[in-house]
T-cell receptor, first 116, second 115 residues
Framework: KAGVTQTPRYLIKTRGQQVTLSCSPI?????VSWYQQTPGQGLQFLFE???????NKGNFPGRFSGRQFSNSRSEMNVSTLELGDSALYLC???????????????FGEGSRLTVL | AQSVTQLGSHVSVSEGALVLLRCNYS??????LFWYVQYPNQGLQLLLK??????LVKGINGFEAEFKKSETSFHLTKPSAHMSDAAEYFC?????????????FGTGTKLQVIP
């Protein structure tokens, strides 16, 4: 079974630009969650999508948005990039919503965004 | 507030020595608890999990953790450290946040293994 796939793995943007990151979950998984990881803040929850609906959202500004498609693939978008948005963005999938079942999350390798 | 706390952002051990990474949680209900490991430039990988039943949980790569309700702890141990264990370790718990169940991660502990 293929794992969680995130693209692109690395990208460099400049301030003010926007970026879209993609996540393909494990086949059959309907929940996709996004996290931002930085050395200073650790793992910060962005949002969770389940069955194409945002189910939960972390404490991030509106510049951070996402969506999920009918095949469970998800994208997240960051508009008007700031230097502080430089981070590793991790996607995690699970068969059910976070907290349901045994709660295990399956992570992709992440997309490392550098904002110059 | 409900939370999960990892004591020590950096831990160094000698190769062959005991590994002990500490995790305490705050939850009003019996929790589901997890340990994840992250190797450089990779995502997180599940090491082990506690849901119900036996309080001593064995995971991959020789790691184990014990759920102690009275101490609200879920410390991760390995009897003998190997160089390949150098990584960052995250404790996680399912907590209720704003009416939603969510996996909440600790701040992580970087393990250094000294030859």
């Amino acid at each position: 079974k293929a794992g969680v796939t995130q693209t692109p793995r690395y990208l460099i943007k400049t301030r003010g630009q926007q970026v879209t990151l993609s996540c393909s979950p494990i086949s059959g998984h309907r929940s996709v969650s996004w996290y931002q990881q930085t050395p200073g803040q650790g793992l910060q929850f962005l949002f969770e999508y389940f069955s194409e609906t945002q189910r939960n959202k972390g404490n991030f500004p509106g510049r951070f948005s996402g969506r999920q498609f009918s095949n469970s693939r998800s994208e997240m978008n960051v508009s008007t990039l700031e230097l502080g948005d430089s981070a590793l963005y991790l996607c995690a999938s699970s068969p059910r919503r976070q907290g349901a079942g045994t709660g295990e999350l399956f992570f992709g390798e992440g997309s490392r965004l550098t904002v110059l | 507030a409900q939370s999960v706390t990892q004591l020590g952002s950096h831990v160094s051990v000698s190769e062959g020595a005991l590994v002990l990474l500490r995790c305490n949680y705050s939850s009003s209900v019996p929790p589901y608890l997890f340990w994840y490991v992250q190797y450089p430039n990779q995502g997180l990988q599940l090491l082990l999990k506690y849901t119900t039943g036996a309080t001593l949980v064995k995971g991959i790569n020789g790691f184990e953790a014990e759920f102690k309700k009275s101490e609200t702890s879920f410390h991760l141990t390995k009897p003998s450290a190997h160089m390949s264990d150098a990584a960052e370790y995250f404790c996680a718990v399912i907590l209720n946040s704003g009416g939603y169940q969510k996996v909440t991660f600790g701040t992580g502990t970087k393990l250094q293994v000294i030859p």
